[in-house]
């Protein structure tokens, strides 16, 4: 019987790139409640972060067990954990759509709390209940574009922020770029092969703080920073919420809105994960998986916390790195240290960003490198199309952030004089209008066309048509006859699809004719 160790030489690896990547989350999750809408502090550091660490604790431990059961069954000693934390794209959801107008209408930081809560208690229930169906949704998908649409997302979403900000700091983030690069693509080993992850962040510590005593900073970092920080110090302990859950039920026609939509997207990027994970060759159950998120953030939420607990994208990465099992439940154990002690800010105030981002970008380009190497050749075009409703989206995004900040909303601009300027505003909300499962449809018509199946492109396109017409799709949000144009147009397309059958056989080879 093979020996399973619960920690490998390979986990100090993934543990600094995944402890990294799920620090800065934590970082950005902070600074949100504080700066961006304005949160108290009281609630920040003693009800939020609490019970954000002990969700974490348990959803890294979970995934640990998890990992260490099938390396027993199957009698491997390279099973990867699942990597897992706070959803990056909820959190934003949920600060800036739910809590941020609620504490504006209201002026009650803790109504606006209470609403997150709410929110993330419906999205649960969501997850819980459709586990019963993710794994016949992963049979029925193809691998590309389950995988095209992940790739979508680690593209925008999560690789493009850090790509953009390493450029503020390139000194800094251009070299920790490279020794991330040269340590985790090129296998270069490090001064007697100290992980590539720790190595940026020492560097960029080295460079931060070096420039600071000099007068000639160039990153984030400084010593009125370290001294406001340590103000932060102090024991926080999760405690029950469930009242405060409840009393966000006031609010429910608004968080019924977004909830349930997310809720399936939570379902379907779940099942991307897992298949991603399975491509690396980890098969880890489908339907457990999906049904753990949903329990977790229960808790989560029960305990405090208005964020949802999810399978990250990067498990491919973490493996490939020496991850095995032991770094998951060791991250989660560091990020309750930090959160129960109040060391977030100081962490922030010492480290710089820049040394962090590269982590980030690198496990981007390995899910949208993933998405080619683990389909067939000559389903690459349909994954690169699965690509364009998530630049939509990130293209919208950065177009709504931008008027934001300019006190102002594309309506009031005009959408004429956006358009005239080259915006095409209402094409990039049509079409990042619930990207992920956009993306899945249309990778899946063309697969189907690439593979010459009449019937099953035409199944697609049906499914698209009534999508469309629930909101699902090409909409921000779920609504009974959302839009006639675009159900006319996919039932159109079923047709023109199914009609006339294909009857020849297949006479390509990897996209290229024979």
């Known amino acids: 019987m093979i020996d399973i160790p619960k920690w490998q030489a390979g986990d100090w690896n993934a543990y600094f790139g995944f402890g990294t990547n799920t620090l800065v989350n934590l970082l950005v999750l902070t600074g949100l409640l504080r700066l961006g809408i304005g949160l108290p502090?009281?609630?920040?550091?003693?009800?939020?972060?609490?019970?954000?660490?002990?969700?974490?604790?348990?959803?890294?431990?979970?995934?640990?067990?998890l990992a260490y059961r099938l390396a027993k069954q199957t009698k491997r000693s390279d099973v990867c954990a699942l990597p897992s934390g706070i959803s990056v794209v909820h959190m934003f959801v949920v600060v800036f759509v739910i809590m941020g107008?609620?504490?504006?209408?209201?002026?009650?930081?803790?109504?606006?709390?209470?609403?997150?809560?709410?929110?993330?208690?419906?999205?649960?229930?969501?997850?819980?209940?459709?586990?019963?169906?993710?794994?016949?949704?992963?049979?029925?998908?193809?691998?590309?574009?389950?995988?095209?649409?992940?790739a979508g997302v680690s593209l925008?979403?999560?690789?493009?922020?850090?790509?953009?900000?390493?450029f503020s700091a390139p000194i800094i983030g251009l070299l920790c770029f490279v020794i991330i690069l040269r340590g985790w693509f090129g296998r270069t080993a490090y001064f007697g092969n100290l992980p590539a992850g720790a190595v940026a962040i020492l560097l960029g510590l080295g460079i931060a703080w070096g420039t600071e005593l000099l007068d000639s900073g160039i990153s984030n970092v400084s010593l009125q920073g370290v001294v406001a920080a340590t103000l932060e110090f102090g024991f926080y302990l999760p405690l029950p919420a469930v009242n405060h859950v409840f009393g966000g039920?006031?609010?429910?026609?608004?968080?019924?809105?977004?909830?349930?939509?997310f809720g399936i997207y939570d379902l379907v990027e779940a099942t991307?994960?897992?298949?991603?994970?399975?491509a690396a060759g980890d098969a880890y159950p489908t339907r457990r998986v999906v049904a753990a998120d949903g329990i977790l953030s229960m808790v989560g939420c029960l305990m405090g916390n208005p964020f949802i607990n999810a399978v990250y994208i990067g498990?491919?990465?973490?493996?490939?790195?020496?991850?095995?099992?032991?770094?998951?439940?060791?991250?989660?154990?560091?990020?309750?240290?930090?959160?129960?002690?109040?060391?977030?800010?100081?962490?922030?105030?010492?480290?710089?960003?820049?040394?962090?981002?590269?982590?980030?970008?690198?496990i981007g380009l390995l899910i949208g490198a993933q998405a080619f190497q683990h389909s067939p050749a000559k389903h690459a075009p349909a994954i690169v199309l699965a690509l364009v409703p998530h630049l939509a989206a990130w293209a919208k995004s950065q177009v709504d952030a931008t008027l934001t900040a300019l006190g102002t909303t594309p309506t009031d601009v005009g959408i004429d004089r956006l358009e005239a300027a080259g915006?095409?505003?209402?094409?990039?909300e049509t079409l990042g209008g619930g990207a992920i499962i956009t993306s899945i449809i249309w990778a899946g018509i063309s697969i189907s066309i690439i593979d010459r199946n009449s019937k099953s492109a035409a199944i697609y396109a049906v499914l698209g048509a009534c999508l469309s017409f629930l909101g699902v799709i090409h909409s921000e949000q779920l609504a009974w006859a959302a839009s006639f144009s675009l159900t006319a147009a996919y039932l159109l397309v079923a047709v023109a699809l199914y009609y006339p059958k294909d009857k020849t056989p297949d006479s390509t080879v990897d996209g290229c004719e024979s």
Do not use: C
């Open 41 to 65: 502090d009281e609630l920040v550091f003693g009800r939020i972060l609490p019970a954000v660490g002990l969700m974490l604790l348990l959803s890294t431990g979970y995934y640990s067990v």
């Open 101 to 150: 107008p609620i504490l504006a209408t209201t002026g009650d930081p803790e109504r606006a709390w209470e609403a997150g809560l709410a929110w993330v208690f419906i999205q649960s229930i969501v997850l819980m209940l459709g586990s019963t169906i993710a794994p016949f949704l992963r049979k029925i998908t193809p691998r590309g574009a389950l995988l095209g649409t992940l």
């Open 156 to 166: 925008t979403f999560i690789a493009m922020r850090p790509a953009l900000e390493i």
């Open 249 to 261: 039920f006031e609010f429910l026609g608004i968080l019924l809105v977004t909830a349930i939509p």
């Open 272 to 278: 991307d994960n897992v298949e991603s994970a399975a």
């Open 315 to 362: 498990h491919p990465g973490w493996k490939a790195m020496g991850g095995r099992i032991g770094y998951s439940v060791l991250t989660g154990m560091t990020i309750l240290l930090l959160a129960w002690i109040g060391l977030l800010p100081l962490f922030l105030s010492i480290i710089p960003i820049e040394s962090l981002l590269p982590i980030l970008l690198y």
């Open 423 to 428: 915006v095409l505003y209402d094409g990039l």
